[in-house]
């Protein structure tokens, strides 16, 4: 268990399908981030939410990318008409102790086919 | 563009060798730079080092920064297999709330 908890672990969609994930925090945080990993990178930062609002998108977040945080809690993430491309593991995060050292959660790994 | 470069990209040895483990940055006024391991899901925090020279140690791994060079190193001593795992470097770019990644170095411990 890691503080943060994703749903779903995983997801396999056709191409041209909406997906959408869910990340739930355990404690609250002010702070909630989404970041996307494809096989032999890092994570790269998608977005982030201070609170309700979301304050920096990622160039890699195109207009099929919506993120939400309605409350201030949970965070979901929608991808409208997948393409192959968008295969990846989606990482959501909060902060531990000081602003970076974030907790991650499992993630939810997409596979368009 | 920030950017951090990680070698080597894939290392093996056997149980009870010592690594070593390289990150070099570049980024717009250097706040600090964090280490985290990842087995097989959620990257999980190793370190934060934001002042040069200064080693932080945790068991058998430590690491220190070097701000006029450039580069950060992960030492881990006396592996074991439960070391095996990709080490991810990552820096926050300066007045940017984002974490920029390196693309890991995968370790792997033969027993």
């Known amino acids: 268990d890691t503080g943060v908890s994703q749903n779903p672990r995983h997801k396999i969609t056709k191409r041209g399908q909406n997906v959408t994930f869910r990340c739930d925090p355990i404690s609250e945080h002010n702070r909630l981030y989404w970041y996307r990993q494809t096989l032999g990178q890092g994570p790269e930062f998608l977005t982030y939410f201070q609170n309700e609002a979301q304050l920096e998108k990622s160039r890699l977040l195109s207009d099929r990318f919506s993120a939400e945080r309605p409350k201030g809690s949970f965070s979901t993430l929608e991808i409208q008409r997948t393409e192959q491309g968008d295969s990846a593991m989606y990482l959501c995060?909060?902060?531990?102790?000081?602003?970076?050292?974030?907790?991650f959660g499992s993630g939810t790994r997409l596979t368009v086919v | 563009e920030d950017k951090v470069v990680q070698s080597p990209l894939s290392l093996v040895v056997h149980e009870g060798d010592t690594v070593t483990l390289n990150c070099s940055y570049e980024?717009?006024?250097?706040?600090?730079l964090l280490w985290y391991k990842q087995e097989k899901k959620a990257p999980t925090f190793l370190f934060m080092l934001?002042?040069?020279?200064i080693e932080k140690k945790s068991g058998r791994l430590s690491s220190i920064l070097d701000k006029k060079e450039l580069f950060s190193i992960l030492n881990i001593t006396a592996t074991q297999t439960g070391d095996s795992a990709v080490y991810l470097c990552a820096v926050p770019p300066f007045g940017n709330e984002k974490l920029t990644f390196g693309t890991g170095t995968r370790l792997t411990i033969i027993p």
């Open positions: 934001t002042s040069s020279g």
């Open positions: 980024v717009t006024n250097f706040r600090s």
């Open positions: 995060a909060t902060p531990r102790d000081s602003l970076y050292s974030y907790t």
